[in-house]
């Protein structure tokens, strides 16, 4: 390969471990891992790696951990990420109601329900390419869609079955270089009307939803929890940003997992002034006229939108209360 470092991500770290070994084989180089140091201690250190390498050229191959702190790893790399998938567990991953990892701190996320649900979509998200593994025994529909789905999380990636990492890596150098990782996620795709999946399924769909007025909280959380349900299809990622009527002068930003929900200010910028929601979802058998509907049944009436924010403020609120505001890039 000309690029020079790989970085292997996955939830599955016996697969990711097993598969870095066989790049490192590829590659000739050792992987470096730093798994045995505390976990602030080791993701400082390979973000130093990484950096290191970079800057020398260096060829290196990294086996991420799950529980790595990803952004700065992923702004540091000047090369590959590949992204190992267990055919067998995808969706079950993409829906997993667990925690990633016990939390390191009060404002540390990865100790949420759900937590490890958002890491999958997020290892998806950010790779360069997706590598499936175990894949001879999944029945052909049901890998269509698998396939559909990560190529609608990330229409840039180069999406194999994986048959050796040495033929896939020979397919990736083939391949142009792709956009820089913060670009690579399909609902930015969706939300600049460029969302162009290479690998499509007739039941995996994608679609960018907007309305100008805020959420009424309290029938947000009863539709969000109807939808979880399945009434509309099987809601797998939505990403976005919103507002809601009782935080008025806030934008939100929207991030859905599975069952796993996070609604998280943003800070004050003249730029998000016009928006008000604006998501793309992406799900499987999703009845899109129904998910717009009840959406829509969730923002304010006209009799409430009359009524003005202080009027707003006093609506019923069951939804969590907001922490600190965070990075517009959601990292």
């Given at each position: 390969m000309q690029r020079r470092t790989v970085l292997t991500t996955g939830l599955c770290a016996p697969a990711r471990r097993r598969y870095?070994?066989?790049?490192?084989?590829?590659?000739?180089?050792?992987v470096i891992t730093a798994s045995a140091l505390p976990r602030d201690e080791r993701d400082r250190l390979l973000e130093h790696t990484i950096t290191r390498a970079r800057d020398?050229?260096?060829?290196?191959?990294?086996?991420?951990?799950?529980?790595?702190?990803?952004?700065?790893l992923l702004d540091a790399v000047a090369g590959e990420v590949v992204c190992i998938v267990d055919a067998r567990r995808l969706l079950d991953d993409l829906r997993d109601r667990s925690a990633l990892a016990p939390p390191a701190h009060a404002q540390d996320d990865r100790g949420d329900v759900g937590a490890r649900a958002r890491h999958a979509a997020h290892l998806v998200e950010c790779a360069s390419l997706v590598v499936f593994i175990d894949w001879e025994g999944v029945e052909t529909s049901r890998l269509s869609v698998m396939m559909a789905v990560v190529s609608h999380l990330n229409p840039?990636?180069?999406i194999r079955l994986s048959r050796s990492a040495t033929e896939d890596l020979r397919a990736l150098a083939e391949s142009p270089p792709g956009p820089a990782w913060r670009e690579r996620a399909g609902w930015v795709h969706a939300l600049?009307?460029?969302?162009?999946?290479?690998?499509?399924?007739?039941r995996v769909v994608t679609v960018r939803y907007e309305q100008l007025r805020p959420f009424h909280p309290a029938r947000l959380a009863h539709q969000l929890d109807v939808i979880d349900a399945g009434t509309c299809g099987t809601l797998v990622r939505s990403v976005g940003f919103c507002r809601l009527a009782t935080r008025p002068g806030v934008l939100a930003r929207w991030e859905q997992a599975g069952s796993?929900?996070?609604?998280d200010p943003l800070e004050a910028d003249e730029g998000w002034r016009?928006?008000?929601?604006?998501?793309?979802?992406?799900?499987?058998?999703?009845?899109?006229?129904?998910?717009?509907r009840r959406f829509d049944d969730a923002a304010l009436t006209d009799a409430e939108l009359a009524a003005g924010p202080t009027a707003w403020e006093q609506l019923p609120d069951p939804l969590p209360p907001w922490p600190a505001t965070i990075d517009e890039t959601g990292s």
């Open positions: 870095a070994g066989e790049i490192s084989v590829a590659l000739a180089q050792p020398s050229g260096d060829t290196i191959v990294v086996d991420t951990p799950t529980d790595a702190d990803l952004p700065p840039t990636a180069r600049n009307d460029e969302h162009t999946p290479f690998m499509r399924d007739p796993a929900m996070w609604l016009t928006t008000v929601q604006e998501i793309a979802f992406t799900g499987i058998d999703l009845d899109v006229a129904e998910l717009t």
